[in-house]
Antibody
Framework: QVQLVESGGGLVKPGGSLRLSCAASGFTFSDYYMSWIRQAPGKGLEWVSYISSRSSSIYYADSVKGRFTISRDNAKNSLYLQMNSLRAEDTAVYYC???????????????WGQGTLVTVSS | QSALTQPASVSGSPGQSITISCTGTSSDVGGYNYVSWYQQHPGKAPKLIIYDVSTRPSGVSNRFSGSKSGNTASLTISWLQAEDEADYYCSSYTSSSTQVVFGGGTKLTVL
């Protein structure tokens, strides 16, 4: 079965950095577009970043552009999010999520990880 | 303020049908058939229930249906059940640099 397991969250000071990882299993990772989506405590969902199956297309929300970098290692079935210059407003649960169709960007996510909490506070 | 507008809350009794709206613009909902709906129970990850406006993923009950008219998408839940009580979010592709936008979410209460 499809499994997505995020790790790397934690407490970091404003201006600091953190790298999130997402380990994928149960499907051919290299065939799927992947996303990072976040949810601030008690708030709604916010799309963060999107990467195509071969990393040829990458997109970011305006709120993180220039500070966050998405990447993937298809040989390791892993997705990453490097977060720099973190701000208090980046505090959220970060979810790794998979597109529903192989080799096609559908801008939706049919499988989600359990999420990892990032807290930015001094 | 979210890019897509949803009602903050809706309610219905078991067995009834309810509809949740999601209003955007011609740059997102109205211009593309990439509207999705998610169900989220407290403390859980979201679950995809509709994508591409009206397609249900495998395993999702046919009590859930999606549609779109102009710049407004809709999610209809028929034969409401207690377990449908959750938060519901719509999302859409957008031609802006953001790529994907979400609605603010709608809390469904089953009375």
């Amino acid at each position: 079965q499809v499994q997505l397991v995020e790790s790397g969250g934690g407490l970091v000071k404003p201006g600091g950095s953190l790298r999130l990882s997402c380990a994928a299993s149960g499907f051919t990772f290299s065939d799927y577009y992947m996303s990072w989506i976040r949810q601030a405590p008690g708030k709604g969902l916010e799309w963060v970043s999107y990467i195509s199956s071969r990393s040829s297309s990458i997109y970011y929300a305006d709120s993180v552009k220039g500070r966050f970098t998405i990447s993937r290692d298809n040989a390791k079935n892993s997705l990453y999010l490097q977060m720099n210059s973190l701000r208090a407003e980046d505090t959220a649960v970060y979810y790794c999520a998979r597109d529903p169709l192989p080799n096609y960007g559908d801008y939706s996510s049919d499988h989600w990880g359990q999420g990892t909490l990032v807290t930015v506070s001094s | 303020q979210s890019a897509l507008t949803q009602p903050a809350s809706v309610s219905g009794s078991p067995g009834q049908s309810i509809t949740i709206s999601c209003t955007g613009t011609s740059s997102d909902v109205g211009g593309y058939n990439y509207v999705s709906w998610y169900q989220q129970h407290p403390g859980k990850a979201p679950k995809l229930i509709i994508y591409d406006v009206s397609t249900r993923p495998s395993g999702v009950s046919n009590r859930f249906s999606g549609s779109k008219s102009g710049n407004t998408a809709s999610l209809t839940i028929s034969w409401l059940q207690a377990e449908d009580e959750a938060d519901y979010y719509c999302s859409s592709y957008t031609s802006s640099s953001t790529q994907v936008v979400f609605g603010g979410g709608t809390k469904l209460t089953v009375l």
